[in-house]
Nanobody
Framework: QVQLVESGGGLVQPGGSLRLSCVAS????????IHWYRQTPGKERELVAT????????NYADSVKGRFIISRDNAKATAYLQMNSLKPEDTAVYYC???????????WGQGTQVTVSS
């Protein structure tokens, strides 16, 4: 069964850091690009970061560029989002998404809550 499980969220003060993890199972992880999204109430889901299947290229939203780092370990079928210098506006539920380029394969995790507050 295909599954993506996020973890690592929690409550952190402004300026702090968190590392989110996304563990995949049930499909060939190395054939999929990985995307981290976030969503807050009343706002559409926002693409935060993307990494290619090999990890050779990455892209970031302007709002997180220079603060967040996306990475992956294909041997462990796990993707990560390192979040530094966190701001209150980073508060959201964060989701990982796996996509097979050129096909309909598209898998989502259950999300993990990140709250940045004093």
């Amino acid at each position: 069964q295909v599954q993506l499980v996020e973890s690592g969220g929690g409550l952190v003060q402004p300026g702090g850091s968190l590392r989110l993890s996304c563990v995949a199972s049930g499909f060939t992880f190395s054939n999929y690009t990985i995307h981290w999204y976030r969503q807050t109430p009343g706002k559409e889901r926002e693409l935060v970061a993307t990494i290619s299947n090999t990890g050779s290229s990455t892209n970031y939203a302007d709002s997180v560029k220079g603060r967040f780092i996306i990475s992956r370990d294909n041997a462990k079928a796990t993707a990560y989002l390192q979040m530094n210098s966190l701001k209150p506006e980073d508060t959201a539920v964060y989701y990982c998404n796996a996509r097979l380029i050129g096909f309909t394969n598209n898998y989502w995790g259950q999300g993990t809550q990140v709250t940045v507050s004093s």
